[in-house]
């Protein structure tokens, strides 16, 4: 069994948890279109961390996005990447 105490892990551990909130405040997505928007806001709200000063820059909260980013993927994959739905 893998050591749960990793970063990977940690990281994993912290996705899935993002992925049981965000689907149990959101619906499903509706199509890949609608994915795409949600994971594209989400990647440009880490943009915004990124991009700022290094000495402004808030690491806990560039780790959140960065967390919102990969859960919602991971909601993409699910939610719209099956035979049926990824063809709407």
Same mark, same amino acid.
Request: a negative charge; glycine letters at 4%.
């Given at each position: 069994?893998?050591?749960?105490?990793?970063? #990977?892990?940690?990281? +994993?551990?912290?996705? %899935?948890?993002?992925?049981?909130?965000? $689907? $149990? #405040?959101?619906?499903?997505?509706?199509?890949?279109?609608?994915?795409?928007? +949600? #994971?594209?806001?989400? +990647?440009?709200? #880490?943009?915004? %961390?990124?991009?700022?000063?290094?000495?402004?820059?808030?690491?806990?909260?560039?780790?959140?996005?960065?967390?919102?980013?990969?859960?919602?993927?991971?909601?993409?994959?699910?939610?719209?990447?099956?035979?049926?739905?990824?063809?709407?």
């Amino acid at each position: 069994m893998p050591d749960t105490n990793t970063p #990977l892990m940690q990281a +994993i551990s912290e996705v %899935h948890a993002e992925v049981r909130r965000a $689907s $149990s #405040l959101w619906p499903a997505f509706n199509s890949p279109h609608e994915g795409f928007a +949600i #994971l594209l806001e989400e +990647i440009d709200e #880490l943009k915004a %961390h990124v991009w700022m000063n290094q000495k402004r820059r808030d690491v806990a909260a560039m780790r959140a996005e960065a967390i919102q980013v990969a859960a919602m993927a991971v909601r993409f994959a699910i939610d719209v990447c099956g035979e049926t739905t990824g063809r709407k």
